[in-house]
């Protein structure tokens, strides 16, 4: 079975930056793309941003110029660099994995980002 595990989520101010980190560890046989989505309260799941494991990325339009997905495939890890975060960005943000081999997705339980003054 696959598990992942994220950190660095907590409490910034508008305008502050955060780090998301998400490893991956299991059966990993092989994976398409990793990524972060996030829930508000009221709202529905959202992609934020995935990487495939060539390192091409994919933005939502109201995070982009503000953060940075990326990699490092020997770890089966992924980030997300948020800067200039703003309260909207608000919400339980969520860590992705597409195994290809098994053709499953895998999510972690989600980390708390709050932007308020």
């Known amino acids: 079975q696959v598990q992942l595990v994220e950190s660095g989520g907590g409490l910034v101010q508008p305008g502050g930056s955060l780090r998301l980190s998400c490893a991956a560890s299991g059966s990993i046989f092989s994976s398409n793309a990793m990524g972060w989505y996030r829930q508000a309260p009221g709202k529905e799941r959202e992609l934020v941003a995935d990487i495939t494991r060539g390192g091409s990325t994919n933005y939502a339009a109201s995070v982009k110029g503000r953060f940075t997905i990326s990699r490092e495939n020997a770890k089966n890890t992924v980030f997300l660099q948020m800067d200039s975060l703003k309260p909207e960005d608000t919400a339980v943000y969520y860590c992705?994995?597409?195994?290809?081999?098994?053709?499953?997705?895998?999510w972690g339980v989600g980390t708390q980002v709050t932007v308020s003054s």
């Open positions: 992705h994995l597409f195994i290809l081999a098994s053709s499953r997705h895998y």
